[in-house]
């Protein structure tokens, strides 16, 4: 499911000796990385900004519930680490993301937003918002939109609804 952290260490080597200007950190649940020694994607970063390379590394999307203040902190103190974070929000809607199954909500969400722009205010903070969710209504669509409008991003990616099968959210009415 995951590498060991020797093996992140030995990859990033490789990397450096091949000439690369960045690497991107990517995974599912990125955030909820988990070691063969219990090590925390914290421990991976604290190892990545210890080693020092000699480029640059971004992390691509992680889970709101996931990006501590302890990252956000670790890369606002980094020379390594981009300020980017691409965080995915996917509706401003309490009850759509319940319906989503999403461990976040608005609150919880507008808390993190504002950390990194206090803590990273020239960041760029990018978002994934999911329109068009069984059951969302025109109501709770305006909810997103509203919260949106509140929140200090860079840039949105938003994309219809696709229903996957076999997914709880195929057999939902609307």
Known sequence: RAMSLSAIRQELE????EGYHEVVLSGIN????RGENDERFIDVLKMIDDYEPP?????????????????????AASKTFVPHL?????????DVLRSMRRRYNPTKYREMAAHVAS???????????????????DELFEETVT?????????LHV???SERENTPASSMPG
Not at 119 to 137: K, S
Not at 149 to 154: D, E, R, S, V, Y
């Open 159 to 161: 994309f219809t609804y």
């Open 30 to 33: 990125l955030g909820e990385y």
């Open 119 to 137: 803590t990273l205010p020239h960041a760029a903070l990018g978002i994934d918002v999911i329109v068009g969710f069984p059951g969302e209504t």
């Open 55 to 75: 480029y640059r590394v971004r992390i691509s999307s992680i889970e709101p519930n996931t990006l501590s203040t302890e990252i956000i902190d670790l890369i």
């Open 86 to 94: 691409h965080v995915p929000l996917q509706s401003g809607s309490a």
């Open 14 to 17: 490789s990397i450096a000796r």
């Open 147 to 155: 919260f949106l409008q509140g929140l200090p991003f860079t840039y």
